[in-house]
């Protein structure tokens, strides 16, 4: 126990600010974006990540944005194992046929209003793997998009931004 | 010394009836034709000689005038052999070696649903990664089937095995899972908590991987090899770069040879810790999770700032590598391996001194030596299961014929058994980093890329951090792409899951998964 205490002392607090960019255009959205989050979800969002067919490169940046150093958290962000509880499907992959009745039917029981974010090239437009007899193509050949993030995959400040303009893009 | 005891025993054993194949590469693997009945006796002839099934394909050979090529891989410590044959394109089957050997099972279902080739006597010829609303009659890997087009939906209904008995109930779990995870099913019988079965379905991932490489270049392939399993990006291409290597004869030079393992040694690190990590969480140890995600997190960054890219993507291209690291570089990677190693150490005595972790991961989804034998399982799962193997010491290319690694192997085969591996190779792989930055020869990175000839076949094996990754690929009439068999460790490791889960209870399924942690997209493909 003692070592772990240790540990958890000599590590502080990692979160990072986002890359100064990223930084500079989430101030510039933040006031919009508190409204926002509180209006239409109450402090906070609750996401529901799909993969419908991704190499699971994309995976592994949407995990990264719960590790301690991005923290989405601090923004009311956290990840749901129910699309009954998701207010966003984070939904990556070029749709394999195999997937596509399965996302169809999360999509369905996600609760309107509900936000759909294609995460990464292949989920916008199908990326490497194209169109082809397993694969759709994109997320929205399958279900409506509001927004994308692109990137093979996107890193995980990318991502982190893409959730935040998503929320803004629908109270506007 | 080079081993030759199976191709000794098939020489000898089939005399003229076993022809060898020139077109095949390397050298050190070879390819023995053999008279298509007798595709099963090579099979008995090699299990009797211990041989491990590595991988089953078939290609639709039918442009070069002599129907589909059927192959199956066997190894042995060092020794990689082929034993082909082929079925008419009016006869397309060939005789099962099911019965020999268990991983062949899953091998040719798979060749049955998407190559239309037939395998008699095969036990179970329910389809594998082609889902029952597919038309019976798409076989997306015969070259007469148009990728293209979307294909129709039909009724039909997949056929799962069934335990009867009282109190005997079924769950069926996915193909979404609760976590940020890739997508399958599995369906559990149990009796309360117990397990009594496990069945594994599937395939939802399938995009069509080995159908599009054959609508693709050569260098085009790399990408697309980075990106079967997105977290074996390294390993994967590099695979691919080494089979068409071997085709074209084409040696990289020396010091991108050693770049290719420090990357390949870098994901490696990364992937581990990230699991050590996720397995500690799933036995409710969050910490734990949280520390080794900021050891992998720092990686990464290491990884976009000297190569471009945090998973190294499209780093390693045919003929060599497509990074260069000056001074600074190399400096940066000793100081980072310093801090890695420090932070590193004091989190395993965290994790090896927490009682409560210890009674969640020992004895807990244990394969025994004997089955992950059997089932010819590959990587950690083999070495945390007693099989020393690893395709850096078995077939390994520069540098790592010098800096040779040292495989932990372990015999409990539980949860803790295949952290533990991962936990030791850690820390080799921070030693194989360090002498690569300090011995990393001066020279170009990238040899001149040299198309292939037609109607060639070259072959490659690399350890990803899963285990022994294997590529064939074959060129076609034009020297073109005309079939890329890609066999990820996962589609053999995913068998050693259902065996591993027996007697399990319900809530340590998903800490048993996380500790194989298999791909489903290089299953799937
Ligand atoms: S966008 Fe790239 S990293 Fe993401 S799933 Fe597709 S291929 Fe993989």
């Not at chain 1, 974006?33 to 109450?42: G, H, K, M, S, W």
């Not at chain 1, 309107?112 to 490497?128: E, F, M």
């Not at chain 2, 390949?264 to 734990?288: K, Q, S, V």
């Not at chain 2, 936990?423 to 890329?449: G, H, Q, Y």
């Amino acid at each position: 126990m003692i070592r772990i205490l240790h540990q958890i002392f000599r590590t502080g607090i990692v979160t990072e600010p986002l890359p100064a960019e990223a930084e500079a255009e989430i101030q510039e959205l933040g006031a919009k974006l508190e409204d926002a989050v509180r209006r239409r979800f109450r402090r906070s969002l609750t996401i529901r990540a799909v993969d419908a067919g991704s190499c699971n490169g994309c995976e592994l940046e949407i995990h990264a944005i719960n590790n301690p150093i991005y923290n989405c958290e601090r923004f009311g962000i956290h990840f749901t194992a129910s699309p009954r509880f998701a207010d966003m499907l984070l939904v990556t992959g070029p749709v394999s046929r195999n997937m596509e009745i399965a996302l169809k039917r999360t999509y369905n029981a996600a609760p309107p209003p509900k936000l759909v974010v294609a995460v990464g090239d292949c989920g916008c437009n199908g990326g490497i793997f194209g169109e082809s007899y397993a694969s759709l193509g994109s997320i929205d050949k399958a279900i409506p998009v509001d927004a994308c993030i692109h990137g093979c995959p996107p890193a995980p400040a990318a991502i982190l931004k893409g959730i935040l303009k998503a929320i803004i893009g629908i109270s506007l | 010394m080079e081993k030759n005891d199976l191709r000794n025993i098939i020489v000898s054993y089939f005399d003229t009836d076993a022809i060898q194949d020139n077109n095949q590469s390397p050298a050190s693997v070879p390819a023995y034709r053999v008279p298509r009945e007798r595709f099963a006796e090579a099979a008995k002839a090699m299990k009797s000689a211990d041989a491990r099934l590595v991988a089953e394909w078939a290609a639709d050979e039918s442009a070069f005038g002599r129907g589909f090529g059927i192959y199956a891989c066997y190894n042995k410590e060092s020794e990689y052999l082929i034993v082909k044959t082929y079925a008419p394109l009016e006869d397309l089957t060939f005789p099962s070696i099911t019965k020999k050997f268990i991983a062949a099972n899953r091998f040719e279902r798979q060749m049955k649903s998407l190559m239309g080739v037939m395998p008699t006597g095969h036990p179970d010829l329910r389809p594998w990664i082609k889902h029952e609303d597919w038309p019976e009659d798409a076989y997306p890997l015969q070259k007469s089937f148009d990728a293209s087009k979307p294909m129709t939906r039909i009724k039909g209904e997949y056929q799962f095995i069934k335990a009867e008995g009282e109190g005997v109930y079924e769950i069926p779990v996915g193909p979404v899972h609760a976590g940020i995870i890739e997508p399958g099913h599995f369906r559990f019988q149990a009796v309360g908590e117990d397990i009594i079965n496990l069945e594994e379905r599937l395939g939802y991932v399938h995009k069509g991987i080995e159908k599009r490489f054959e609508s693709l270049s050569w260098i085009d392939g790399v990408k697309l090899a980075g990106r079967v399993s997105g977290d074996s990006a390294v390993a994967h291409s590099l695979c691919y770069s080494r089979a068409l290597e071997s085709i074209t004869g084409c040696n990289p030079p020396e010091r991108a040879l050693w770049l290719r393992a420090l990357m390949l040694e870098r994901e490696r690190t990364a992937n581990h810790l990230g699991d050590i990590g996720a397995i500690a969480n799933d036995a409710a140890f969050t910490f734990l999770l949280y520390q080794f995600s900021r050891l992998r997190e720092m990686l990464l960054r290491t990884n976009l700032k000297l190569f471009g890219h945090r998973f190294m993507m499209d780093r390693i291209i045919p003929g060599g590598v497509a990074v260069g690291i000056n001074n600074d570089a190399k400096k940066e990677i000793i100081s980072e391996m310093h801090w890695l190693e420090k932070e590193f150490e004091r989190l395993v005595v965290i994790y090896d001194e927490n009682p409560s972790l210890e009674d969640r991961v020992r004895d807990t989804g244990v394969l025994k030596p004997e089955t992950a034998k059997e089932l010819g399982v590959v990587g950690f799962t083999a070495r945390a299961s007693g099989q020393a193997m690893d395709c850096r010491i078995q077939s390994p290319f520069p540098p790592y014929d010098r800096i040779i690694p040292k495989a932990p192997v372990l015999n409990s085969g539980d949860v803790h058994a295949r952290a533990w591996v991962r936990i030791e190779e850690i820390r080799e792989s921070i030693r194989i980093i360090r002498e690569i930055v300090n011995n990393l020869p001066e020279d170009k990175t990238a040899s001149d890329f040299i198309v292939p000839t037609p109607d060639k076949s070259g072959f490659a094996v690399v350890e990803g951090w899963r285990g022994e990754i294997v590529y064939w690929i074959q060129s076609g009439i034009k020297g073109e792409i005309n079939r890329c068999m890609v066999r990820d460790p996962s589609s053999v490791n995913w068998l050693a899951l259902e065996q591993a889960i027996h007697g399990n209870i319900v809530p340590d399924f998903p800490l048993c998964n996380k500790s194989f942690n298999q791909s489903y997209s290089g299953h799937d493909l």
